[in-house]
């Protein structure tokens, strides 16, 4: 409507423009040169008009013939780039696809079409990768970290290289300068919390791990976990260097984070015993057997009380049987200080009951040494020891990465190095078996114990 209204004034300008010019005759005369032109006003206006228009025409025509040759060159740039950009896109699916050899073609190509060196450097970078040419892809990404707006990408390779060729040290510098660039890059904060911890650099381990926390790279419980073994390694460290005081603050730190956690309640208690506070170091391991009975729990324990006579250390174990009555530890820790009070019945009867719950080599061997000590009966201890040959594997301080058995726990396997992968399970691959001490300090040293009166 508004349209065809606009259109209808449009006509009547024209319409009443035409009537008063046919209302105001006249002519229009032209001398030039020596010539006279004369003719009706409305017909020099027709003439102008006309001339205009044959003016515009030309200079349009004029206009497409100068810029012509531009238009040519903007073309061919602009399929110049399409085919870079095809070829770029060809070499990234090369990658994907591990077809080295098109990827290096494809890089080579998108390098001589496109004038975009952040991108074809990561593709040549990417494909000498996948040639195994490290050595090319090293001076791509060095070339990459020359240009600020990929400086970051460069930092990534080189850091990704050095971790795959094992150089730490390497890995763990570039690590920090790359954290310098993007300092909340979630992948990057676990990356150098590994570093870190792996190295042996606990207090700054720390501090790293809390930002990966808060990034969303490493979760809140598996985040608690790893602080309470930076603790305990800081502990060790503390303890090394003399500093008694912070060896037991640090530990008291890690217990406090997971009471349940074993290596924290074992370092709590040995360093409170050595402390002469027998008492809160006995609570520490009661505390954490109600939640994970373990042998390394009840030797804590029988070190705390020591200092009693034989049959109020059965007592005091029992304590510990009804923190949890269902576990095969608390029967079997019950039954080496019932022996050693030479209590053969009850220590007999809570052998028994282990075994009814988890039979075990360490559960048929101690058969074998109650047979031994009560009725002096070699041929039944040795029918016990058969059994423990043929009984499934005790457990023992096993790596998640490596397979690697340790005879004590520690932050780090001393097998392969990785940070925080010691669970207590029954092997299931033949590994080396490492000594203690190997690269974590064993819980049970060098805290001594002070005995206490009865």
């Given at each position: 409507m508004i349209r065809a209204l606009w259109f209808l004034l449009k006509v009547a300008i024209v319409i009443a423009a035409a009537i008063w010019l046919a209302d105001r005759p006249g002519t229009v005369s032209v001398h030039w040169l020596g010539y006279a032109v004369e003719a009706p006003f409305w017909v020099a206006l027709l003439v102008a008009l006309a001339a205009l228009g044959i003016a515009a025409l030309g200079y349009r025509l004029l206009r497409g013939v100068v810029r012509t040759p531009t238009r040519i060159r903007r073309f061919s740039r602009t399929r110049r780039r399409e085919r870079g950009y095809r070829a770029l896109t060809q070499g990234m699916v090369a990658i994907a696809a591990g077809d080295a050899p098109t990827a290096r073609k494809m890089a080579r190509k998108a390098d001589g079409l496109l004038n975009e060196p952040p991108l074809t450097m990561l593709l040549s970078a990417q494909a000498a990768q996948l040639q195994g040419d490290e050595r090319a892809a090293k001076q791509y990404f060095n070339a990459m970290l020359e240009r600020p707006e990929t400086a970051f990408l460069g930092m990534r390779g080189l850091l990704t290289q050095a971790i795959k060729s094992g150089d730490r040290v390497e890995a763990l510098a570039l690590a920090r300068k790359a954290r310098n660039l993007q300092p909340n890059t979630p992948w990057l904060l676990g990356t150098l919390y590994d570093l870190e911890a792996r190295s042996g650099d606990w207090a700054a381990a720390e501090g790293t791990l809390q930002q990966a926390i808060q990034a969303g790279a490493i979760p809140t419980a598996e985040g608690r976990r790893h602080r309470t073994v930076l603790l305990l390694e800081r502990s060790f460290e503390a303890e090394r260097r003399g500093r008694a005081d912070a060896a037991l603050s640090h530990a008291q730190a890690a217990h406090?984070?997971?009471?349940?956690?074993?290596?924290?309640?074992?370092?709590?208690?040995?360093?409170?015993?050595?402390?002469?506070?027998?008492?809160?170091?006995?609570?520490?391991?009661?505390?954490?057997?109600?939640?994970?009975?373990?042998?390394?729990?009840?030797?804590?324990?029988?070190?705390?009380?020591?200092?009693?006579?034989?049959?109020?250390?059965?007592?005091?174990?029992?304590?510990?049987?009804?923190?949890?009555?269902?576990?095969?530890?608390?029967?079997?820790?019950?039954?080496?200080?019932?022996?050693?009070?030479?209590?053969?019945?009850?220590?007999?009867?809570?052998?028994?009951?282990?075994?009814?719950?988890?039979?075990?080599?360490?559960?048929?061997?101690?058969?074998?040494?109650?047979?031994?000590?009560?009725?002096?009966?070699?041929?039944?201890?040795?029918?016990w020891l058969a059994k423990a040959a043929a009984a499934p594997a005790d457990p023992a301080w096993s790596c998640g990465s490596c397979g690697a058995v340790s005879h004590a726990w520690g932050g780090l396997c001393g097998h392969c190095g990785a940070f925080d992968s010691l669970s207590w399970k029954a092997p299931t691959v033949t590994a080396s078996l490492m000594e203690p001490g190997t690269l974590a300090p064993a819980l049970n040293a060098p805290a001594t114990v002070r005995p206490a009166t009865a």
């Open positions: 406090d984070l997971m009471p349940g956690f074993v290596p924290a309640a074992v370092r709590l208690s040995r360093l409170l015993a050595a402390d002469d506070r027998l008492k809160p170091a006995a609570k520490v391991v009661e505390r954490a057997w109600r939640q994970s009975p373990h042998p390394e729990l009840a030797d804590v324990y029988r070190v705390v009380v020591d200092s009693y006579d034989p049959l109020t250390r059965v007592k005091l174990f029992q304590k510990l049987v009804r923190q949890s009555p269902d576990s095969a530890e608390s029967h079997i820790a019950l039954a080496r200080v019932a022996m050693e009070a030479q209590l053969w019945g009850e220590a007999r009867q809570h052998v028994t009951r282990a075994l009814e719950i988890e039979p075990s080599r360490r559960l048929y061997r101690l058969l074998a040494e109650l047979e031994r000590n009560e009725r002096n009966d070699e041929a039944a201890a040795r029918d």
